[in-house]
């Protein structure tokens, strides 16, 4: 009766996490790259927003790979 019990990191769960919002983020800032914002924020032509959402992609693909629940 020896039950071997899979423990899955949390570190993968905030991986697909960050990946997501990653995706949602950057959908939304090519959205309103085509349909501009009425009131701008100031220094809004750097897009800071989409490279959140890059860098926020990038880094839970990274993680969910690393972190990945079955790699022995």
């Given at each position: 009766?020896s039950?071997?019990?899979?423990?899955?990191?949390?570190?993968?769960?905030?991986?697909?996490?960050?990946?997501?919002?990653?995706?949602?983020?950057?959908?939304?800032?090519?959205?309103?790259?085509?349909?501009?914002?009425?009131?701008p924020?100031?220094?809004?032509?750097?897009?800071?927003?989409?490279?959140?959402?890059?860098?926020?992609?990038?880094?839970?693909?990274?993680?969910?790979?690393?972190?990945?629940?079955?790699k022995?």
């Amino acid at each position: 009766m020896s039950e071997h019990k899979r423990v899955i990191s949390i570190w993968f769960f905030i991986g697909a996490l960050m990946a997501i919002y990653g995706v949602l983020i950057t959908a939304s800032e090519i959205y309103h790259l085509s349909v501009p914002y009425d009131h701008p924020v100031v220094l809004s032509e750097l897009h800071a927003g989409l490279w959140l959402g890059v860098f926020m992609l990038v880094a839970g693909v990274l993680y969910s790979i690393k972190f990945r629940p079955g790699k022995g």
